[in-house]
């Protein structure tokens, strides 16, 4: 447990992200007050919830008492106010700056004044999304993986006015969770989506020139490289309408020409090809549905 | 699916590799390994060329977008000094025989590779995508981004990849990233394709002998 950080909010937990963190930090033995807009959204996510634990005790990943006392560290909220007595609020609400934005400025008189705000953006610049609260200080980048509840790694960036004791009582925090941090500065994508987004626009680029078909080129990928999915594969996992999104949240900040939007991607979604979700991507599957499902 | 193999020494297979042990006589599958001239008019289903960063149209001439015969392209996939992967990224053209792609297919697959079809251009498949990032990531190096070692931990623990990029880069030789990145950026100009600077200091010193 972190010396300082008891209670952890987390606002968006109605949604995969939120509900991900929320379990990271229930199971690491906080208290944790879920919070979202909607309700039937934390419903929904706490029967998820219930039932991934549920799955950990079949495996015998955790005992049944154990499972109990996680599931009772939960409290669920839609009033923002109920965040008053948190240590720590990450908030996965929607990637959109002015939404984070209003988000920070209304929980900055609720908190105590000793809170950290951490970010769990994957585009935005923290110093931006800070910008304005009244405790810029006190606003970290906290980028959880998906699945979070499964994934160990936390990107952690600090914004320009971000005091270095916060970003080390997060740091130290996302240990005690169980976590692996890595620190990245504050810039688009940190490390891994500065990587991967260019990096799928390539590939999609390459369909797009004629270079191979998309089972060819993720074979390559595979093969020569020993990745578990291809990039063409895995933007028909993330979905191509959300590719898009996140060029668009790039392009702009980098002009980074590999982070523009190919034009065959911004077709496909014209085309209703939006990856497994809608049945057919750069690969047909038959009929639309999450993956794994 | 028998094959003869003629020249070398090769990048694809190195001395001592078992597809080499494989080859026949008068195998119906003619593989040109580097070093050696490509023959024309030959009886064989297909004739496989061996590539390092030239096209397949420098071995068999243009014709105006009609290329296309039994003569194949192919270059097994390394990592600059690592060995070779089991990837042979096999170079076809618009008219090439479907039954030299069968039968080169045949003859990579029988030897247990994967092989993955394009088309003659500048770095196939893997080099053209992989060049660009590894650019960044040197970028981002350089730019304070991160560690190496964070780098390369988060494409490990947040992809799932066997290894980061940098460590790849730096364990099969920069110098080799750089040759290929420099071919590429020769091709299009773009600056994805620029070699980054760790790159060129390692070209350099290992032009120098240091």
């Not at chain 2, 940098?166 to 110098?175: V, Y």
């Given at each position: ?293 | ?72 392209g192919f270059a097994r996939w390394r990592n600059g000094d690592d060995p070779p992967s089991p990837l042979v990224e096999l170079v076809v053209q618009k008219n090439t025989a479907p039954a030299a792609i069968a039968a080169a297919c045949a003859v990579f697959e029988g030897a247990g590779l994967s092989v993955a079809l394009c088309t003659d251009q500048p770095g196939r498949i893997l080099d053209r995508l992989l060049r660009p990032k590894y ?76």
């Amino acid at each position: 447990m972190s010396a300082t950080i008891q209670r952890v909010g987390v606002c968006g937990a109605g949604g995969t992200m939120g509900a991900g963190i929320a379990i990271v930090a229930a199971r690491a033995g906080f208290e944790v007050v879920r919070y979202d807009v909607s309700t039937a959204a934390l419903e929904r996510s706490l029967r998820d919830t219930a039932g991934f634990f549920g799955k950990s005790v079949e495996r015998g990943k955790m005992t049944p008492e154990d499972r109990d006392a996680v599931m009772r560290r939960f409290s669920d909220t839609t009033a923002l106010d109920r965040l008053a007595g948190c240590d720590l609020v990450i908030e996965a609400v929607f990637e959109e700056l002015s939404v984070k934005q209003a988000l920070l400025k209304a929980l900055h008189p609720i908190l105590p004044p000793h809170a950290i705000i951490a970010s769990n953006t994957s585009t935005l610049s923290i110093t931006e999304i800070a910008s304005g609260c009244g405790r810029e200080d006190r606003v970290v980048g906290m980028h959880f993986c998906l699945p979070a509840q499964l994934m160990k790694l936390i990107e952690m960036s600090p914004g320009v006015n971000t005091a270095p004791e916060v970003f080390q009582a997060a740091w130290d925090w996302t240990l005690a969770a169980g976590q692996q941090p890595v620190r990245t500065q504050d810039k688009p994508g940190f490390i891994l989506n500065a990587l991967l987004v260019p990096f799928n626009n390539d590939a999609i680029r390459l369909v797009e020139a004629g270079v191979a078909e998309p089972a060819d080129i993720d074979r390559a990928v595979k093969t020569g490289l020993g990745y578990k999915m291809g990039p063409l594969e895995l933007i028909d996992l993330i979905g191509l309408d959300t590719q898009i999104r996140l060029c668009e949240a790039f392009y702009p900040v980098t002009l980074d020409p590999r982070a523009a939007a190919p034009p065959l991607l911004r077709r496909m979604v014209a085309a209703g090809r939006l990856g497994r979700k809608s049945g057919r991507g750069f690969f047909d599957y038959g009929k639309p549905g999450m993956y794994g499902a | 699916m028998s094959y003869a193999v003629i020249g070398g020494p090769s990048r694809s297979f190195p001395e001592g590799d078992r597809f080499l042990v494989g080859g026949a006589p008068k195998g119906s599958v003619l593989v040109v390994l580097s070093g050696a001239a490509v023959p024309t008019g030959t009886a064989h289903t297909a004739v496989l060329v061996e590539l390092q960063h030239e096209s397949l149209g420098e071995h068999t001439g243009e014709t105006n977008g009609e290329e296309g015969s039994n003569i194949l392209g192919f270059a097994r996939w390394r990592n600059g000094d690592d060995p070779p992967s089991p990837l042979v990224e096999l170079v076809v053209q618009k008219n090439t025989a479907p039954a030299a792609i069968a039968a080169a297919c045949a003859v990579f697959e029988g030897a247990g590779l994967s092989v993955a079809l394009c088309t003659d251009q500048p770095g196939r498949i893997l080099d053209r995508l992989l060049r660009p990032k590894y650019n960044a990531a040197l970028r981002f190096l350089d730019e304070g981004l991160a560690t190496q070692a964070d780098m390369d931990l988060t494409c490990r623990l947040g992809l799932g990849y066997p290894d980061g990029p940098i460590e790849r880069l730096l364990r099969g030789g920069l110098h080799h990233h750089h040759e290929a990145s420099a071919a590429l950026f020769e091709a299009f100009g773009t600056p994805g394709f620029a070699p980054a600077r760790r790159s060129v200091v390692a070209a350099r010193r290992v032009a120098k002998g240091t």
